[in-house]
C-alpha cells in the first residue's frame, strides 16, 4: 500500500504507538491500515460416490483441477460464499452441508475453510474461471493435475474419511511448499 485508502494522502510503514507490528500508517489523516488474513471459501461437492472438479481456466495454476473455491466477500457467511464459488465457477447449486476442512497458510496469509457440499441436481456447466467440469469417482481423481495442496490434502482427508465410514472435521497448517 502506497497511498492512503482514506484522504489519498502517502501513507509510511512503521510501527505505531502501543502496536508490535509494522503497519501502513497516513500520517495526514491517522489512519491505520491493518493487513489481515484473506478466508478462501469452497466445498466438496458430492452426488453419490461421485465428486465435481472444476478446470481452471485462470491462472495460477491454469489448466489444473480444483474444487470450486474462493475468495470470500464481505456480507456473506462462509457457507454462502462457498456455495456462491461454486455456482461461479460450475454453475452448480450445492446444499452446504458440514465444515470439513480448515487449513492455516500463515506465509501466504490465507485460511482455506471447505464444507461438504450436496449437489441438489447435475445441471451444472462451467463457469468463466473454469475450461470444464467434471464428475469424478475416487479412481478417477487426477492427482498429479491438481492446482493446489490445499485441494490435494482435502480431497486425501475426504476419501480416507468415506473409506473409514466417517467424516470428520480436519484442521490442518500447510507449510511453505519446498522449493
Ligand atoms: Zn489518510
Not at 474462493?70 to 455456482?87: D, K, S, V, Y
Not at 452441508?97 to 464444507?115: A, G, H
Not at 441436481?121 to 492446482?147: H, N, Q, R
Request: net charge negative; glycine share 8%; with cysteine.
Amino acid at each position: 500500500m502506497n497511498f492512503c485508502s482514506d484522504c489519498g494522502e502517502k501513507v509510511t510503514l512503521r510501527i505505531p504507538d502501543g502496536d508490535n507490528v509494522p503497519r501502513h500508517v497516513c500520517d495526514a489523516c491517522g489512519a491505520i491500515h491493518y493487513l489481515n488474513p484473506k478466508m478462501v471459501v469452497g466445498c466438496i461437492p458430492e452426488w453419490d460416490d461421485q465428486i465435481l472438479l472444476c478446470r481452471r481456466a485462470i491462472e495460477p495454476r491454469y489448466g489444473l483441477w480444483t474444487l470450486p473455491a474462493g475468495f470470500m466477500e464481505n456480507g456473506e457467511t462462509a457457507a454462502q460464499g462457498a456455495a456462491r464459488e461454486t455456482l461461479e465457477e460450475a454453475g452448480a447449486r450445492v446444499q452446504i452441508d458440514q465444515l470439513y476442512t480448515f487449513l492455516n497458510l500463515p506465509y501466504i496469509n490465507q485460511i482455506y475453510v471447505m464444507f461438504r457440499g450436496r449437489l441438489l441436481d447435475l445441471d451444472y456447466a462451467a463457469g468463466t474461471e473454469s475450461l470444464e467440469v467434471m464428475m469424478f469417482s475416487e479412481a478417477e481423481i487426477p492427482w498429479k493435475e491438481l492446482a493446489f495442496r490445499t485441494i490435494k490434502i482435502t480431497l486425501e482427508n475426504y476419501f480416507a474419511d468415506r473409506k473409514n465410514g466417517s467424516f470428520d472435521f480436519h484442521m490442518g497448517d500447510v507449510l511453505p511448499p519446498n522449493r
